[in-house]
C-alpha cells in the first residue's frame, strides 16, 4: 500500500488504502428477454422477436421458493428482487458494511444449444450488465458471463472484456458443464483468464445438455441441489488431474454458493487416493489439496453451518488454511443463515479480516482509501 500526501486548506492530510469489503456473489435478474434488444445486432434482435422473445432465465431457484429471495429484499411491481439496479444496490449495500459487489448474473444463455446465439447472447448479456448495472454505481463488479458450449468463443468474450472494461474482474463458469472443465478441449478458457489476470468463478448451474447428477435424471429439486456438490467435486478433481494448475500456474477459482464444509474431507481422500495413482498422472507432483489451498478460494454462502459457535474455527482448522474463504452474500437468494452470522463462529478477529477483506483482495486487487491522520 502507498500512503499519499496531500496538502490541503493549509493541513496536511494523509492518505493511505486498505482491503475493501468484497461481496464476492450478488446476482442481478435479467426481467425479460428483451432488455437485451439494445445490445443484439439487428439480425440477433429479429431472431429473438420472431421467436416470440424467449427467456433464457433458469430455474435454479424456482421463483416462490423459499429460498428465491429474501422476504425482506426490494421488490419489482411483479414481487422480484434484484430486477433493477436501484434495488440491489439498496439492498447489497444497505449496512454500509460493504464496499464492493461482484455480479454473477445466472442468466442461462449456456443452455443456447446454437453457437453462434450463445456467443451473441453473451456478448449482449454482458453489455448490458455493463451498461445498464456497472455505469450506474462505481461500488458494482462483475463477472464475464461466457458462451461455455464453444471454448474458443469463450476465450475471445474474455479477451474482449479484459480489454474493454476493468470492472469485470472475474470469468463465470457453471458447475454441471458439458464436459469436465480440466478437459483439454477447455484450455482455451483457463489460457485467456490466465492471459487476462482474472479468476475463474465456478457457480451451481449448469448447461443441461445431459441429466445433472452422473447417475441421470432427479425427480425432486432438492436432489438437484443437493447434487451440485458432486458436480463441483468431479470439476476440482478434473481441474487438478488434468494438469490445468501446472499449465496455467496463475489460475485462481472461485468455488461459488455449494458451501465449503464438505471441502476437508474431499481434500483428505483427494490426496489419499492421489499417492495410490500417482503413476496415472506424474504431471501434478505435489498434493491435491495442497494445489487447491493455493489456486481455490469458496464463497460463504450458503455458510454451511459456520455461525455456529466454534464450529467456523473449526472447518477453517480442518481446511488448513485461512486464506481459502471469501465472503459472500449470495443476494438475493435466501439461505438458513444470514450472510454475516458466520462471525458467531469465530472469535478471531484476524480470520475475520481474511474472510471480509484480504482473501478477496489478493483475487481482486480492490482497495478502499483510508484518512489515517490530519496534522497542522
Known amino acids: 500500500m502507498v500512503a499519499n500526501v496531500v496538502a490541503e486548506n493549509a493541513h496536511t492530510v494523509?492518505?493511505?488504502?486498505?482491503?475493501?469489503?468484497?461481496?464476492?456473489?450478488?446476482?442481478?435478474?435479467?426481467?425479460?428477454?428483451?432488455?437485451?434488444?439494445?445490445?443484439?445486432?439487428?439480425?440477433?434482435?429479429?431472431?429473438?422477436?420472431?421467436?416470440?422473445?424467449?427467456?433464457?432465465?433458469?430455474?435454479?431457484?424456482?421463483?416462490?421458493?423459499?429460498?428465491?429471495?429474501?422476504?425482506?429484499?426490494?421488490?419489482?411491481?411483479?414481487?422480484?428482487?434484484?430486477?433493477?439496479?436501484?434495488?440491489?444496490?439498496?439492498d447489497v449495500f444497505a449496512d454500509g458494511f460493504t464496499d464492493f459487489a461482484i455480479l454473477n448474473c445466472l442468466y442461462a444463455v449456456q443452455q443456447i444449444h446454437q453457437p453462434r446465439r450463445e456467443a451473441a447472447h453473451a456478448r449482449a448479456l454482458n453489455t448490458w450488465i455493463a451498461r445498464d448495472w456497472l455505469d450506474h454505481d462505481?461500488?458494482?463488479?462483475?463477472?464475464?458471463?461466457?458462451?461455455?458450449?464453444?471454448?474458443?468463443?469463450?476465450?475471445?468474450?474474455?479477451?474482449?472484456?479484459?480489454?474493454q472494461d476493468d470492472r469485470f474482474v472475474q470469468v463465470l463458469l457453471l458447475g454441471q458443464s458439458e464436459t469436465l472443465l480440466g478437459r483439454e478441449s477447455n484450455w482455451p478458457i483457463w489460457e485467456a483468464a490466465e492471459k487476462a489476470g482474472l479468476p475463474v468463478a465456478i457457480h451451481i448451474g449448469g448447461v443441461f445438455r445431459q441429466a445433472p447428477t452422473s447417475v441421470g435424471w432427479p425427480t425432486t429439486y432438492l436432489e438437484w441441489?443437493?447434487?451440485?456438490?458432486?458436480?463441483?467435486?468431479?470439476?476440482?478433481?478434473?481441474?487438478?488431474?488434468?494438469?490445468?494448475?501446472?499449465?496455467?500456474?496463475?489460475?485462481?477459482?472461485?468455488?461459488?454458493?455449494?458451501?465449503?464444509?464438505?471441502?476437508?474431507?474431499?481434500?483428505?481422500?483427494?490426496?489419499?487416493?492421489w499417492k495410490s495413482y500417482r503413476p496415472d498422472l506424474p504431471w501434478v507432483d505435489r498434493l491435491?489439496?495442497?494445489?487447491?489451498?493455493?489456486?481455490?478460494?469458496?464463497?460463504?454462502?450458503?455458510?454451511?453451518?459456520?455461525?455456529?459457535?466454534?464450529?467456523?474455527?473449526?472447518?477453517?482448522?480442518?481446511?488448513?488454511?485461512?486464506?481459502?474463504?471469501?465472503?459472500?452474500?449470495?443476494?438475493?437468494?435466501?439461505?438458513?443463515?444470514?450472510p454475516r452470522d458466520i462471525e458467531s463462529g469465530t472469535h478471531d478477529g484476524a480470520l475475520l479480516d481474511r474472510i471480509y477483506r484480504q482473501n478477496a483482495a489478493d483475487l481482486y486487487n480492490l482497495v478502499v482509501p483510508t484518512t489515517s491522520g490530519k496534522a497542522e
Not at 439487428?42 to 431457484?61: C, F, K, R
Not at 458471463?145 to 468474450?157: I, L
Open 138 to 163: 462505481p461500488r458494482l463488479r462483475a463477472s464475464i458471463v461466457v458462451p461455455m458450449g464453444t471454448p474458443r468463443a469463450a476465450a475471445d468474450e474474455i479477451a474482449y472484456w479484459a480489454a
Open 288 to 338: 491435491p489439496s495442497e494445489l487447491i489451498r493455493e489456486h481455490v478460494r469458496f464463497t460463504t454462502a450458503p455458510s454451511d453451518g459456520a455461525e455456529e459457535p466454534g464450529r467456523l474455527d473449526s472447518i477453517v482448522d480442518r481446511m488448513g488454511s485461512d486464506q481459502m474463504l471469501v465472503y459472500s452474500s449470495d443476494y438475493p437468494h435466501n439461505h438458513h443463515s444470514g
Open 14 to 90: 494523509t492518505q493511505s488504502v486498505r482491503p475493501a469489503v468484497v461481496d464476492c456473489d450478488v446476482h442481478p435478474i435479467l426481467s425479460s428477454s428483451t432488455a437485451l434488444l439494445p445490445y443484439l445486432d439487428e439480425y440477433w434482435g429479429d431472431q429473438l422477436v420472431a421467436a416470440l422473445s424467449p427467456t433464457y432465465e433458469p430455474n435454479y431457484h424456482p421463483r416462490g421458493s423459499a429460498i428465491a429471495q429474501r422476504p425482506d429484499a426490494t421488490q419489482d411491481k411483479e414481487g422480484r428482487a434484484a430486477t433493477t439496479v436501484e434495488g440491489l444496490v439498496k
Open 225 to 273: 441441489y443437493v447434487g451440485q456438490q458432486a458436480n463441483l467435486e468431479a470439476q476440482l478433481c478434473s481441474i487438478v488431474s488434468e494438469g490445468i494448475l501446472q499449465k496455467f500456474p496463475a489460475t485462481k477459482i472461485v468455488v461459488t454458493e455449494v458451501g465449503f464444509n464438505w471441502l476437508p474431507p474431499f481434500l483428505w481422500k483427494f490426496d489419499k487416493l
